[in-house]
């Protein structure tokens, strides 16, 4: 019997100490074995060890990168505005960040991101819509007014309405609030402003929207 016990206690973990007869009585405690904790295998995973993500899979290589609609903007100036190039793998999110960016520049009213399958990859084109340049700003009324004036007031105001600027419709508003506030301080209080905006095509006859250049009008009529 005690052969067997030097021979498991090791295994067990359990440390076996001879304690005299005496001793145990006199403590009046009974030794109760020693249960051995479990231990790990080698091989076993460790609890609550990260599991690795799936990997991000990269797109195919982008093969060209086209601007289409740009008439007055060379293509290295627009290339030079964005992050993707070619060789670069397809990846929407940087395209999406690239149009934002070009939209950004003031110059477009509207920038939109086209793909096209190829044979060799996807090929990028940045549909572009460029925003008209401002050839003559024109006034027709009563005169008490001139058209330096009125353009003097757009810059005291920054507006940017003035001969060779691009044209944004969302400044007509301010124009014309400057424009009738101009005319009150000449003693038009009772007059009404308005504009018209004119396409100015080309001379080859060509006429494709949005036209190149317009000209915008401003009136001031009394009340009917």
Request: hydrophobic share 40%; proline share 11%; with cysteine.
């Amino acid at each position: 019997m005690k052969l067997r016990c030097a021979v498991l206690a090791p295994l067990l973990g359990v440390c076996l100490l001879p304690i005299p007869a005496a001793s145990r009585a006199e403590a009046g405690v009974a030794l109760e074995p020693v249960q051995a904790s479990p231990q790990q295998g080698p091989f076993e995973p460790v609890p609550g060890a990260p599991k690795p993500g799936p990997e991000r899979r990269a797109g195919p290589a982008i093969v060209a990168i086209e601007f289409q609609g740009a008439k007055r903007i060379q293509p290295a100036v627009l290339q030079a505005m964005i992050v993707c190039r070619v060789g670069d793998p397809y990846d929407p999110e940087v395209l999406r960040r690239d149009t934002q960016s070009l939209l950004r520049t003031g110059r477009f009213s509207d920038v939109k991101q086209e793909k096209e399958e190829s044979r060799s990859g996807p090929i990028v084109r940045f549909v572009l819509v460029e925003l008209p340049v401002i050839q003559s700003v024109e006034y027709q009324g009563r005169e008490i007014v001139t058209v330096p004036e009125i353009l003097a007031r757009f810059e005291q105001r920054k507006i940017p309405i003035r001969p060779e600027t691009l044209f944004r419709r969302e400044d007509l508003e301010r124009a014309v609030g400057a424009v009738r506030a101009l005319l009150a301080e000449k003693g038009g209080e009772d007059l009404i402003v308005s504009t018209t905006v004119e396409p100015i095509w080309p001379s080859t006859g060509v006429q494709e929207w949005p036209p190149a250049g317009v000209k915008i009008i401003f009136r001031a009529e009394g009340r009917q």
